[in-house]
């Protein structure tokens, strides 16, 4: 397994490209920016004119509060940038906030995305001097590039492109059009084996996994001393619990027979009880979602959960914790002392 570097989800762009120097020098292998309260795409700019050697991914860039044309811009623009580092990876959002926040359509989430993706491949090739633009498609249609407009063929290539996916159909179109799958941080050793994987095979033929790249945030608990670990436990417990409350991430505690403490947790966050459900969830759905304790068993855990099966891997940490302990399960997992 590669091992990557994540921001944090708070951080300012400025602060995000102080982190991907910082994961450069201590040897990850990558580093990935999301996209909450600032903009992916001028975080990684930084990060790649600030860097040398690490490959840079947004994880995610909401596409469909964008549109084909505006994302294959900048993602051309990030990898001449980086000198061919960029992974774009892309993630659909849920309804309320496409509708509610970025006051764009929202319709058929897989359908879309597998739309949006062959768009921005098409624009690409366009660029690469294969042709005039004319994608004409149920939700985009793109066809006018004049050369004015027309940036050319990138020397790096085009960025492989990562789609996040929790459910089934989100994860056919991954295996159909994309270079690679983004897996949710609330995501399970049995659902990442018995479904995901499965499903993916199905959609690209059967065939193997060799050349598609399936990254994970793998949840942690890590601290330097029994306290520090406890309010780890505590904040991975809260973390759990948000995402089970939301419907859109219910197949995963499905896949376990815990519909009902969904069901439960749901209830509870439509009444703003956010302190109260944390205290809902079990030790044992804890440990299905979380590996925990000191840097080597916490890289002997990923290492018998997913070694086989991902090929990039990053620590999900929904609270401060030690870089050096996030660096000395890196280490570990290089194989380092």
């Given amino acids: 397994m590669k ?5 944090d989800v708070s951080s300012s762009p400025l602060r995000a490209e102080a982190a991907a120097v910082a994961a450069e020098a201590a040897g990850y292998d990558g580093f990935a920016v999301s996209e909450t309260k600032h903009d992916a795409f001028t975080s990684l700019t930084l990060a790649a004119r600030a860097t040398e050697r690490i490959a840079l991914r947004s994880a995610i860039a909401v596409a469909f509060a964008r549109n084909p044309m505006t994302v294959a811009t900048l993602a051309n623009d990030v990898q001449l940038i980086s000198g061919g580092r960029f992974q774009l ?12 926040r970025f006051a764009m359509p929202w319709s058929r989430p897989a359908a879309r ?12 090739a366009t660029w690469a001097g294969e042709g005039r633009l004319f994608f004409k498609g149920e939700f985009y249609r793109h066809t006018l590039m004049t050369e004015f407009f027309d ?21 056919q179109v991954a295996g159909r059009v994309a270079d690679g799958l983004l ?4 995501t399970t050793p049995a659902y990442l084996h018995e479904r995901t994987l499965p499903v993916l095979r199905a959609a690209r033929g059967g065939e193997s ?56 947790l749901h209830l509870l966050s439509r009444r703003g009880a956010w302190e109260e459900m944390a205290g809902e969830v079990p030790d044992d759905v804890l440990d ?12 002997s855990a990923l290492t018998a959960r997913f070694g086989d099966a991902v090929d990039r891997v990053s620590l999900y940490t929904p609270y401060p914790v030690d870089a050096a302990l996030t660096s ?6 290089r194989g380092q002392e």
């Fill in 183 to 186: 897996c949710h941080a609330f």
């Fill in 151 to 171: 940036p050319g063929p990138n020397p790096h290539g085009n960025p492989p492109i990562l789609l996040a996916a929790v459910g089934e159909r989100m994860t």
């Fill in 288 to 299: 299905a979602f979380a590996v925990a304790g000191t840097p080597a068993q916490v890289a």
């Fill in 328 to 333: 000395a399960v890196a280490g570990l997992l």
């Fill in 209 to 264: 996994l060799d050349g598609f790249t399936v990254c994970l945030q793998a949840m942690a608990v890590l601290g330097a001393d029994e306290a520090a670990r406890a309010e780890a436990e505590r904040a991975v417990r809260g973390q759990i619990a948000f995402y089970a409350s939301t419907p859109a991430y219910r197949a995963v505690l499905d896949q376990h027979g815990w519909g009902a403490l969904a069901d439960r």
């Fill in 3 to 7: 091992i990557d570097d994540a921001a």
């Fill in 89 to 100: 990876g892309l993630g659909s959002q849920v309804q309320a906030h496409i509708e509610r």
């Fill in 113 to 124: 995305m597998e739309e949006f993706v062959r768009a921005v491949r098409a624009i690409w």
